[in-house]
């Protein structure tokens, strides 16, 4: 189901709200969903190596393989149009060579640029320690489900991040190799069935200093 797209930047900002209760009556097809993942994936990254990765669980099957794994936010995997896991991916520098190729071919950067890139950013990446590496693409993995998040909101969706789910056993539920893949997060998806509420923030003046 195609929803009214957003144009207002700040309606999307201000209009967010963390839905617990879907319409389940609403889906959302495999092509819109690809292109909010397109448009998401535009989000920042380290040296642009994009390593987020995701499931989209849309199907009565996979949300039957989901739903002993999130106890606690039953409702969301029941009535959401689909559940999206967003896992960092630790092979992530095996991708540098096509990122980098791909923008010479597509007239981004000039092909020497990417010939001294590419191996500076190797040596430099492959200095670090596996949790320094695993923090850097968890960074980068939430900067894309923030994405996420507003890009559903701009198609007319609404979204709910969870942490609350058994991240030791997700990516070997959905057949992924638990080494590899590092879980992130849940985001549930889809159209709410209420308003939800308006949480508050602390002010700027508690949360910033100023020097």
Excluded: C
């Amino acid at each position: 189901m195609q929803q009214t797209k957003i144009n207002d930047f700040n309606e999307i900002i201000t209009g967010r709200r963390s839905i617990r209760n879907y319409d389940p009556t609403v889906k959302i097809s495999r092509e819109e969903m690809k292109e909010i993942l397109t448009e998401a994936s535009l989000a920042p990254s380290s040296v642009n190596l994009q390593p987020w990765r995701f499931v989209v669980i849309d199907t009565p099957e996979g949300k039957e393989t989901l739903a002993p794994l999130a106890k606690f936010n039953q409702r969301q995997v029941e009535t959401s149009a689909a559940i999206i896991a967003v896992f960092a991916d630790n092979n992530s520098l095996d991708y540098l060579e096509k990122i980098y190729d791909k923008a010479v071919d597509e007239g981004h950067m000039p092909a020497e640029v990417r010939d001294q890139q590419v191996p500076a950013i190797r040596g430099l990446l492959e200095q670090m320690t596996p949790e320094q590496f695993k923090d850097m693409n968890l960074i980068d993995a939430g900067l894309v489900s923030m994405q996420l998040m507003l890009v559903a909101r701009a198609h007319g969706y609404d979204t709910n991040p969870i942490g609350g789910y058994e991240k030791a056993q997700i990516a070997e539920a959905f057949g992924l190799d638990k080494e590899r893949y590092f879980p992130v997060m849940l985001l549930s998806i889809g159209k709410a069935a209420d308003q939800g509420y308006q949480s508050v923030r602390l002010s700027v003046e508690e949360t910033t200093e100023w020097r």
